[in-house]
């Protein structure tokens, strides 16, 4: 099931520490027509930013104390680009920071392929308000 969009060659970076988790991702957002560019952590992707200034940051991290600082981080030098984040368990609780924190789209896994492809799509159409 292919998602209509005119986003064509868009890049969208994926950072994801699992080697088949990140191939699996980068699967996803190629089938979308879309850039990938890879890293495995929060340092990482803030050097990637820098280097290739991507369309979307596509995140999935382990929600551990702390890892809302990367997020905070690149919400800071690229207010502008979107922010996925998906996340093994959220409340409210979690949800609330990914928020406060700049995240546009939370998606808490396991997550349906069209609803991480409608989230791709989504962000890139502008569907989000960058937080002030």
């Known amino acids: ?3 209509q969009h005119n986003h064509q060659g ?3 970076l ?7 988790m990140r191939g699996f991702l980068r699967d996803v957002v190629q089938e979308l027509g879309l850039q990938v ?3 495995i952590d929060g340092n990482g992707a803030i050097q990637q930013m820098m280097a290739v200034e991507p369309h979307v940051v596509l995140a999935d991290l382990p929600l551990l104390e702390g890892e809302f600082e990367f997020v905070k981080t690149l919400r800071a030098l690229y207010p502008s680009c979107p922010i996925i984040l998906l996340a093994a368990l959220g409340g409210d609780h ?4 990914a928020v406060a924190c700049g995240v546009q789209t939370l998606l808490i896994k396991p997550v349906r392929l069209a609803t991480l492809n409608k989230a791709i799509i989504g962000v890139l159409d502008g569907e989000w308000e960058p937080h002030h």
């Open 94 to 97: 979690t949800k609330a920071d």
């Open 1 to 3: 099931m292919s998602v």
């Open 37 to 39: 560019a890879e890293t």
């Open 10 to 12: 868009k890049l969208v």
């Open 14 to 20: 994926v950072v994801q520490d699992d080697a088949d």
